[in-house]
């Protein structure tokens, strides 16, 4: 009895929790100083998955008053460990490249395949889910997710805390999955009672991470905002034109980030891809954007683009040379870390980074690329605000 008490405790516990960590994600939702391509994905996958803890809970303490038959309950708690795993990959393959985020994406699609073998095949349910195939497959996938996560955290520069929790967590699942295999009557104490208290520990740990996301990245805003209200400029932001120059279909994610951090400060933005239908050819909009705006946003990735015939170049090319004869002092450059990018584009950035008559670029990852923006069009806005007092 007292087992059951402490497990239903730690039930009700749990939920209030998730209801506090929902309320955390809604916050990061709501935010303005965050970059939601990959934070969002990856809370609403994790906390899914500490949903889908509860539900764990609940069959534990239910099948100790044997109402559930012991094939049920061993398919059903192996199933939602199972998915508790498949919804972390997606979560933490969603805070890397494009590349991945796409995956966790059509990674999530695969909940339904195990579904479909628990519910529809009762038969084979068992004899897969206990298999020593599937043994290997979950601990080895338990144990790469968390390390990845791990290693994410510390390059992010967050608690140590964070990533050695989730990194003991990847290897402790096979502890856990013995939960499901021996009755609760002789399982081991000491493990019956930490599973509870271990999810809980660890959903403490994972609200705190996002929350510390969230103030990393609210603080980082509010230092621009008011370095920018030192200014003093002349003129109203919303009156400052920024263009957001690069490929598209490898880098879309990376201009709704840039996006998202001009739009936060207030700016004006030119973005190909919003104009609609208009009457003019793509050359010649893309050469007015050039040179009408005030600030060129050069965002390199892997591909060189779109070549135009009459002039040899990219059009992202086109645009740099357009927005650099026009006023040269106006272009801020970033290039992504970590990829490998066509020839004809190395050529092009060779010469961009070029030491005497090229710029500083700034490299970037996709986790940074937002705060980034920010500092760099705070500092330049001082050269621009001067220039305006003149």
Request: charged share 15%; aromatic share 14%; glycine share 4%.
């Amino acid at each position: 009895m007292f087992f059951i008490a402490a497990y239903s405790l730690s039930l009700i516990v749990f939920t209030v929790m998730i209801v506090f960590a929902g309320m955390t994600v809604v916050r990061l939702r709501h935010t303005s100083a965050t970059y939601n391509a990959r934070l969002l994905p990856f809370a609403y996958y994790s906390l899914s998955s500490w949903i889908l803890g509860a539900f764990q809970c609940v069959i534990l303490i239910s099948s100790s008053f044997s109402s559930l038959p012991g094939e049920f309950r061993l398919a059903t708690g192996l199933w939602l460990a199972l998915m508790q795993n498949v919804l972390w990959a997606a979560a933490v393959l969603s805070l890397h490249s494009k590349q991945f985020s796409r995956i966790s994406q059509t990674l999530s699609i695969f909940i339904v395949f195990p579904t479909v073998v628990v519910l529809a095949f009762p038969t084979y349910r068992i004899a897969v889910l206990t298999s020593e195939t599937f043994t290997y497959i979950d601990a080895i996938l338990a144990a790469t997710i968390f390390i990845i996560f791990a290693v994410s955290l510390m390059r992010w520069h967050l608690s140590k805390v964070f990533a050695g929790a989730f990194l003991a967590h990847g290897y402790s699942q096979w502890i856990w999955r013995s939960l499901w295999f021996t009755p609760w009557t002789e399982t081991n104490r000491a493990i019956l009672l930490a599973f509870p208290l271990w999810r809980i520990a660890l959903l403490v740990i994972w609200i705190r991470l996002i929350s510390a996301m969230l103030e990393k990245a609210q603080r980082s805003y509010q230092v621009v905002v008011k370095d920018i209200g030192r200014l003093g400029l002349p003129t109203p932001l919303n009156t400052i034109n920024v263009m957001i120059s690069s490929t598209v279909s490898d880098l879309a994610q990376e201009r709704d980030a840039a996006e998202s951090a001009i739009c936060a400060l207030h700016l004006k933005i030119f973005r190909a891809e919003q104009l609609g239908s208009l009457s003019l050819s793509t050359r010649e909009m893309c050469k007015i954007m050039a040179e009408q705006c005030d600030l060129f946003i050069l965002i390199i990735g892997e591909r060189y683009g779109r070549i135009i015939e009459s002039e040899g170049i990219s059009v992202v090319e086109f645009e740099y040379e357009v927005a650099r004869s026009q006023n040269p002092e106006k272009i801020l450059v970033y290039v992504k870390e970590g990829v490998n990018r066509e020839p004809r584009l190395e050529a092009f950035l060779k010469r961009v980074q070029d030491f005497e008559h090229g710029y500083f670029t700034s490299l970037f990852t996709p986790e940074d690329l937002y705060e980034k923006i920010q500092r760099d069009i705070a500092r330049w806005l001082t050269s621009y605000a001067k220039q305006k007092q003149r």
